[in-house]
């Protein structure tokens, strides 16, 4: 059972229409994926090829649970078959190669496309299938409490640049996109870090289209000194239910990675 399954989530009947779905990723852009590999190497080059293959599974389905299946061992050994193209970025261009490092030791991106059928195979093989309906545009409407320092996520903040970078970057893998209401907006909607985590859903969603937004994700990440990392809840409407989830002891950037893996999980219908 995937680490998601294993996070409290709780389903409750609340009045909800069907979201507005933002544009697209067109098919060659959502069958592909990157990680990041040292050097180009054969041996990296390979391990790359398994976090790729990882990734756009996860990416064209949103069913976190077909990673964790015993079938994926056997897949993940040979997951350069599956690859159509490749290719490297050098994450230190133009930085010229000193001391006694060659170009073995440097951190390249490594970029994976895939043939659609190949990987819509490889998920009905899982047990999966491939999630291709339009995706919605997500406004996240966050409170944060780190001690006396709390604060809710808006688009302008400095406070907040960190976080709205983390999400960005735990929304790409997915294929989604993600915005932060202005500040204006959430004054203007009652909305602060008192309030913002037990709003109403129907009431967030209202205030996403006002941010050019499709759908709410709300949430609430508080620091715990006891657990030596974040614990993070996330609210989600869809099809007329709440669904929230929880992670605990968690940096941002895994708790932003959690949120979106959720959110793909239930909007890709994978429940």
């Known amino acids: 059972m995937s680490r998601f399954w294993r996070l409290a989530m709780v389903l409750v009947v609340v009045t909800g229409t069907a979201p507005r779905p933002a544009a697209a990723a067109s098919l060659d ?5 990157q990680t990041i590999v040292t050097g180009q190497g ?4 390979e391990t790359g090829f398994k976090a790729c293959l990882d990734a756009v599974l996860l990416r064209v389905s949103g069913d ?19 690859v159509a193209g490749f290719r490297y970025h050098d994450r230190m261009e133009g930085i010229p190669v000193h001391d006694e490092q060659g170009t073995h030791d440097r951190p390249h991106d490594l970029y994976c496309r895939y043939a659609p059928p190949i990987i819509d195979r490889l998920l009905i093989s899982l047990g999966g299938k491939s999630w291709l309906a339009e995706r919605p ?15 809710t996520l808006d688009a302008d903040d400095e406070r907040g640049e960190l976080m709205r970078q983390s999400f960005g970057n735990a929304a790409t893998p997915l294929a989604m996109q993600v915005v932060f209401p202005r500040a204006a907006l959430l004054s203007r909607s009652g909305l602060d870090e008192r309030t913002v985590a037990d709003a109403a859903l129907a009431v967030l969603d209202a205030a996403a289209k006002e941010a050019g937004a499709d759908k709410a994700l709300a949430g609430s990440i508080v620091w715990n000194d006891k657990e030596l990392g974040w614990i993070a809840d996330w609210r989600l409407a869809m099809a007329g239910k709440t669904y929230s989830w929880q992670v605990r002891g968690v ?4 708790a932003f ?3 979106m893996r959720g959110t793909a999980q239930i909007l890709s219908g994978n429940l």
């Open 251 to 254: 940096s941002f950037d895994e």
């Open 42 to 45: 054969e041996v990296n080059r």
């Open 29 to 33: 852009d959502l069958y592909q994926s």
């Open 257 to 259: 990675r959690v949120a």
């Open 137 to 151: 545009r997500l406004a996240v409407f966050l409170s944060t409490r780190q001690g006396v320092r709390h604060f």
């Open 64 to 82: 976190q649970r077909l990673l964790a299946k015993p079938e994926m061992a056997a897949l993940r050994a040979k997951a350069g078959e599956f």
